[in-house]
C-alpha cells in the first residue's frame, strides 16, 4: 500500500490569486491523479499527472487553470490559478499502480475562496 | 468514455440487516471495479475490488457481485453495524484512470 500526504490540509484565499496543492507519496507508484470533489459530491478527475511529461486533462479542465507538475514519482503539485468563489472544493490526490490496481487517495485539501 | 452509474442515492437500513448498493457502467473494457468508502471528512478508502475474471469475491461482511455480460456490479454489506454508516462509491476503470459513481450515503439506523 502506499500512504499519501497533502499540504496544506486547508486554505482561505482571495479571488484572483493561486494556490499550489502538494503531494506526497511515501513510495514510488506508477499513476498519480488529481481530483475535485465538492461538498456531498462525488469525485471527479482533473488530470493524469504525468512523470515528466505535461499532465493529461479531462474534459472541462485546462492546463492554464490547473497547471500540474509531477517531476519524480512520488511528488506531484497542482496549482488552481485565478481563483473564483467557484473554485473553493477539496482538492484530492491520489497514487498507485496502474488503472487496474490500487488507488490510494490523500486527505485533501479544503479551498475556500473569497 | 466510461461513464458509472449508481443507485440508490441514499439508502437507510436497520442495523444487522442488509445492505446492497448497485452500479452499471458502459465501457465493455472496463475491468477492474474497485469500492471505495467515505467517511465524513476524510479520505475515500478502497474497501474491496473486482476483477473482470472473476463473477464475485467476498472479505468477511462485504461481498461484490459482476456481471459483465449485463455490465453491472454490485457492494453486499451483511449485518449491518453503526460504523458502516458512510459514502460509498463504485468506480470502473477507464484508460488506466478510475471513473466514479455518485455515490450512495448510507445510513443505519438504531
Known amino acids: 500500500s502506499a500512504v499519501i500526504s497533502q499540504k496544506p490540509s486547508r486554505d482561505i484565499c482571495q479571488r484572483g490569486t493561486s494556490l499550489t496543492i502538494q503531494c506526497q507519496v511515501d513510495?514510488?507508484?506508477?499513476?498519480m491523479f488529481w481530483y475535485r470533489q465538492q461538498p456531498g459530491q462525488s469525485l471527479t478527475l482533473i488530470a493524469t499527472a504525468n512523470q515528466g511529461s505535461e499532465a493529461t486533462y479531462e474534459s472541462g479542465f485546462v492546463i492554464d487553470k490547473f497547471p500540474i507538475s509531477r517531476p519524480n514519482l512520488t511528488f506531484s503539485t497542482l496549482t488552481v490559478s485565478n481563483l473564483s468563489p467557484e473554485d473553493s472544493s477539496i482538492y484530492l490526490c491520489?497514487?498507485?499502480?496502474?488503472?487496474?490496481?490500487?488507488?490510494?487517495f490523500g486527505p485533501g485539501t479544503r479551498l475556500l475562496v473569497l | 468514455g466510461e461513464n458509472v452509474e449508481q443507485h440508490p442515492s441514499t439508502l437507510s437500513v436497520q442495523e444487522g440487516d442488509s445492505a446492497v448498493i448497485k452500479c452499471t457502467y458502459s465501457?465493455?473494457?472496463?475491468?477492474?471495479f474497485p469500492w471505495y468508502k467515505q467517511e465524513l471528512g476524510k479520505r475515500p478508502q478502497l474497501i474491496i475490488d473486482?476483477?473482470?475474471?472473476?463473477g464475485e469475491k467476498k472479505d468477511q461482511r462485504i461481498a461484490v457481485t459482476l456481471n459483465k455480460t449485463a455490465k453491472h456490479f454490485s457492494l453486499h454489506i451483511t449485518e449491518t453495524q453503526p460504523e458502516d454508516s458512510a459514502v460509498y462509491f463504485c468506480?470502473?476503470?477507464?484508460?488506466?484512470?478510475?471513473?466514479f459513481g455518485k455515490g450512495t450515503r448510507l445510513h443505519i439506523l438504531p
Open positions: 473486482i476483477r473482470s475474471n472473476v
Open positions: 491520489s497514487g498507485g499502480g496502474t488503472g487496474q490496481e490500487t488507488q490510494y
Open positions: 465501457d465493455s473494457a472496463s475491468n477492474y
Open positions: 468506480a470502473a476503470d477507464r484508460d488506466d484512470k478510475i471513473i
Open positions: 513510495s514510488q507508484v506508477t499513476m
